[in-house]
């Protein structure tokens, strides 16, 4: 009976470490395991030629011909599927979360500047350092002559109802506008752009942008607003506080 | 060219070893999913064309592979290593194509069934073959024991990366490479004699 143990015992051991002989070939197999392995190869003729064995599958796979199947050429219809894969994840997420139109444009902004800020910080981070140091003196440099140079502008506010007579040839108008609860940011982006205006806040956490855009002294402002309202990325526009910021 | 893989090597830089690259990508950075995506595409096409046998069904599971990785990038918890991680989505979507197609476990690869149905005289193969007839035997195998085939012997995966990648037990593994070894004894010609390393 003792005798059978034994002989069971040396089986087990020999299928386990038959088992592992194809990681103690690819040189994965951890060290004490790499032990029990030699060891047992000492005395066992079977795993020796199941070594010989598996080096040449080993070999026969590794010298197998590489697959010239395609070349790089897909990498742009996998961004275009990201791009259209984004969006829907955008909305879903956004209907999953909060109603508004709000989230999308807001979390669309705040990931294009996340995303911004840290390509830059890696490319910064990437640069020798001598030519970090560069970089950092010649921004310092940008700023100060920025803040010297900028002649004192103080705003000039005034009413709504004023004529246009009263205004210089071009102001500025500024208005809340919330989007539609689908539009992406480059949508808003583009409009923002043919409509020569520009984000000066916003959004709010309830999804408001406030907008600045060109108001031509011969304009009715209701027929600005009119026209933004009648966009179909625009859900809702009213002026801010009837105030125009003269130029 | 040389303009645009200079522009490669530096994003490459950049972005350094893969876990960086992909925690970029999880906060969509596109330049770094342009890194990922060229470190591992040669790589994922060989893989998925073993496993799945098939050069038309690879490119396309290979571009799925890696819109996943796009996707899912913020759900890798770091617990495998990110090569294991994209692999295992590759090996994932591989065999659920091969399903879908229902080619599963059947030979696909031609030069490998005539070798099989040759009679055996003609199935004496000389040593200098032996490397090249192995290797269409290996065709032979089921798609889940080629795999582990590959990722041990050319990836160079140790055995629980492997049971990571297939979502197995590691015993799976083990037996599933016992299975392959027996497979190919009984499919290569009778009475060959292993050539000396």
Redesign the interface.
Same mark, same amino acid.
Do not use: C
């Given at each position: 009976m003792k005798h059978e143990d034994n002989i069971r015992q040396l089986k087990s051991e020999h299928d386990s470490i038959e088992?592992?002989l194809?990681?103690y070939?690819?040189?994965?197999?951890p060290l004490e395991e790499c032990h029990q392995v030699e060891k047992h190869m000492e005395t066992c003729l079977q795993c020796r030629a199941?070594m010989?064995?598996?080096?040449?599958?080993?070999?026969?796979?590794?010298?197998?011909t590489?697959?010239a199947?395609?070349e790089?050429n *897909?990498?742009q219809?996998?961004?275009s +599927?990201?791009d259209k =894969?984004?969006s829907t994840?955008s909305v879903a997420r956004k209907q999953q979360y909060l109603s508004p139109q709000k989230l999308s444009s807001r979390w669309s902004i705040k990931?294009w500047l996340? *995303?911004k800020v840290?390509?830059y910080w +890696?490319?910064f981070? =990437?640069l020798p350092g001598g030519w970090r140091y560069t970089v950092v003196a010649q921004s310092l440099l940008l700023v100060l002559a920025g803040v010297m140079f900028t002649p004192s502008t103080e705003p000039v506010f005034t009413t709504l109802s004023a004529s246009s007579a009263e205004n210089s040839k071009q102001d500025n108008i500024r208005m809340r506008v919330v989007f539609a609860e689908d539009v992406l940011f480059r949508d808003i982006r583009h409009l923002l752009v043919n409509a020569k205006a520009r984000i000066v806040d916003g959004p709010t956490p309830s999804g408001v942008y406030t907008l600045e855009t060109i108001y031509a002294p011969d304009e009715v402002l209701q027929d600005v607003l009119d026209r933004w309202r009648a966009k179909a990325l625009v859900r809702f526009v009213e002026p801010v506080s009837n105030i125009v910021v003269r130029n | 060219m040389i303009a645009e893989e200079r522009e490669q090597g530096?994003a490459d830089?950049?972005?350094g070893d893969d876990p960086k690259a992909l925690q970029?990508v999880a906060?969509?950075?596109?330049?770094a999913?342009?890194v990922l995506?060229?470190r591992y595409?040669t790589k994922l096409?060989?893989f998925v064309?073993?496993v799945t046998q098939r050069?038309d069904l690879?490119?396309e599971i290979?571009?799925d592979v890696?819109?996943v990785v796009?996707?899912k990038a913020a759900t890798y918890k770091g617990t495998a290593k990110v090569s294991t991680w994209i692999f295992g989505i590759a090996y994932h979507k591989a065999i659920k194509t091969l399903q879908q197609w229902s080619r599963v476990n059947q030979p696909l690869d031609s030069d490998a069934l005539q070798l099989a149905m040759l009679p055996d005289m003609e199935r004496k193969i000389p040593d200098a073959q032996?490397?090249?007839d192995?290797?269409s035997t290996?065709t032979q195998l089921p798609a889940e024991q080629r795999a582990v085939?590959?990722l041990?012997?050319?990836y160079?995966?140790?055995?629980p990366?492997i049971a990571s990648i297939v979502s197995c037990p590691v015993n799976t593994v083990?037996t599933r490479?016992?299975h392959a070894?027996r497979k190919?004894r009984e499919l290569l010609p009778d009475g060959i004699e292993?050539?000396?390393?």
């Open positions: 088992a592992v194809p990681w070939i690819n040189g994965t197999l199941a010989t064995e598996l080096q040449n599958m080993q070999r026969a796979v590794q010298q197998s590489d697959v199947l395609v790089r *897909n990498l219809d996998v961004l +599927r990201i =894969a984004s994840a990931q996340t *995303n840290s390509h +890696r490319v981070m =990437a | 530096m830089s950049m972005f970029a906060e969509g950075d596109r330049e999913f342009k995506y060229h595409y096409i060989r064309f073993r050069t690879a490119e290979v571009n890696m819109v796009w996707e032996f490397s090249r192995l290797q290996l085939v590959e041990t012997f050319y160079g995966y140790s055995y990366e083990k490479m016992f070894r190919l292993y050539p000396e390393p």
